[in-house]
Nanobody, 115 residues
Framework: QVQLVESGGGLVQAGESLRLSCAAS????????MNWYRQAPGKQREFVAS???????NYPDSVKGRFTISRDNAKSTVYLQMSSLKPEDTAVYYC?????????WGKGTLVTVSS
């Protein structure tokens, strides 16, 4: 069974940084592309970052240069380092991956950025 558990959310002021973690219980974590998504109140869930098994990363323009995704295969954990946070980054952040042909999601961690 696949489990993803996010942590590290909280309340920060604009301009500050925060690091999120996602601990994964999944077979052969190192082979999986891991993703972060977020969902702000009243909005659709949106893609934030991904990291492939090769280490290749991808970001949308909205976070490029401010967010960094990384992984520790020994710990089966993926991280999202967020810097220069803005109020519009306020959202629940979710970890995601695919296994056995299905998407798996964590329960999310709330990030609130005050102005």
């Amino acid at each position: 069974q696949v489990q993803l558990v996010e942590s590290g959310g909280g309340l920060v002021q604009a301009g500050e940084s925060l690091r999120l973690s996602c601990a994964a219980s999944i077979t052969i974590f190192s082979t999986k592309t891991m993703n972060w998504y977020r969902q702000a109140p009243g909005k659709q869930r949106e893609f934030v970052a991904s990291i492939a098994s090769s280490g290749t990363t991808n970001y949308p323009d909205s976070v490029k240069g401010r967010f960094t995704i990384s992984r520790d295969n020994a710990k089966s954990t993926v991280y999202l380092q967020m810097s220069s946070l803005k109020p519009e980054d306020t959202a629940v952040y979710y970890c995601n991956t695919y296994a056995y042909g299905l998407p798996y999601w964590g329960k999310g961690t709330l990030v609130t950025v005050s102005s």
